[in-house]
């Protein structure tokens, strides 16, 4: 069994991150992560700067309820743990939120899909900002503490069964399945570390 809590460079990480099993199944979930819950995605100043920047490339993919939202209070406001995050409409909708029609890397299209219209928009190559870092590291969450300490949490949430399943059928784990993000926030000589600590702990740990 793993330790608990590991830690690679100034990060701690729930060892879960490196033994549970996860991959985004779109075409089950429909991008419901963006729908649900009772707070925004948490955002750093700097990025909301730089969705204001964009705001009006992305402002006719927003609903009528989400301008309005956004015209109120703003891409972001404080929640009630005292973390900034984005606006949202109904007490749960992101305010980026919108639908479209993707195509589904298996083959065939995904109807209906709940998008972000900030990544609509840089996929489209109409900004150089993607989405917050928050969003891509999902089903991973971010805590920094006041010592300079970071913490990363696996964050087990019911509507992402489907992505544990879609996990464990392919034996991707979390760490693996969030290559790209990690390394935007961290950096490839960490994410190199971090994959050697996962092969050197988990050859040697209990099956």
Same mark, same amino acid.
Not at 53 to 73: E, F, M, P, T, Y
Not at 150 to 163: F, M, P, V
């Given at each position: 069994?793993?330790?608990?809590?590991?830690?690679?460079?100034?990060?701690?990480?729930?060892?879960?991150?490196?033994?549970?099993?996860?991959?985004?199944?779109?075409?089950?979930?429909?991008?419901?992560?963006?729908?649900? @819950?009772? $707070?925004?995605?948490? /955002?750093?100043? #700097?990025? &909301?700067?730089? =969705?204001? *920047?964009?705001? %009006?490339? !992305?402002?006719?993919?927003?609903?009528?309820?989400?301008?309005?939202?956004?015209?109120?209070? @703003?891409? $972001?406001?404080?929640? /009630?743990?005292? #973390?900034? &995050?984005?606006? =949202?409409? *109904?007490?749960? %909708?992101? !305010?980026?939120?919108?639908?479209?029609?993707?195509?589904?890397?298996?083959?065939?299209?995904?109807?209906?899909?709940?998008?972000?219209?900030?990544?609509?928009?840089?996929?489209?190559?109409?900004?150089?900002?993607?989405?917050?870092?928050?969003?891509?590291?999902?089903?991973?969450?971010?805590?920094?503490?006041?010592?300079?300490?970071?913490?990363?949490?696996?964050?087990?949430?019911?509507?992402?069964?489907?992505?544990?399943?879609?996990?464990?059928?392919?034996?991707?784990?979390?760490?693996?399945?969030?290559?790209?993000?990690?390394?935007?926030?961290?950096?490839?000589?960490?994410?190199?570390?971090?994959?050697?600590?996962?092969?050197?702990?988990?050859?040697?740990?209990?099956?």
């Amino acid at each position: 069994m793993l330790p608990p809590i590991l830690q690679v460079g100034d990060v701690l990480l729930s060892s879960e991150i490196l033994t549970e099993m996860f991959c985004c199944d779109l075409s089950v979930c429909k991008g419901a992560c963006c729908v649900e @819950g009772d $707070a925004g995605a948490p /955002v750093t100043l #700097d990025e &909301v700067m730089e =969705i204001e *920047n964009v705001l %009006d490339l !992305v402002w006719s993919d927003l609903s009528a309820s989400a301008q309005a939202i956004v015209d109120k209070q @703003g891409v $972001a406001y404080t929640d /009630v743990e005292g #973390d900034l &995050v984005t606006s =949202i409409v *109904n007490g749960k %909708d992101c !305010v980026f939120t919108c639908y479209g029609d993707i195509d589904n890397p298996e083959g065939g299209t995904i109807s209906s899909c709940c998008l972000c219209a900030l990544e609509k928009a840089f996929r489209n190559g109409k900004t150089s900002f993607c989405k917050p870092i928050s969003c891509a590291l999902y089903p991973i969450r971010v805590k920094c503490f006041s010592n300079n300490l970071i913490g990363l949490n696996y964050n087990k949430w019911d509507i992402c069964k489907c992505a544990r399943d879609k996990g464990r059928e392919l034996q991707i784990p979390v760490y693996r399945f969030l290559k790209e993000p990690l390394i935007q926030r961290f950096g490839k000589e960490w994410y190199d570390e971090l994959c050697d600590l996962a092969s050197q702990l988990l050859s040697s740990s209990p099956q």
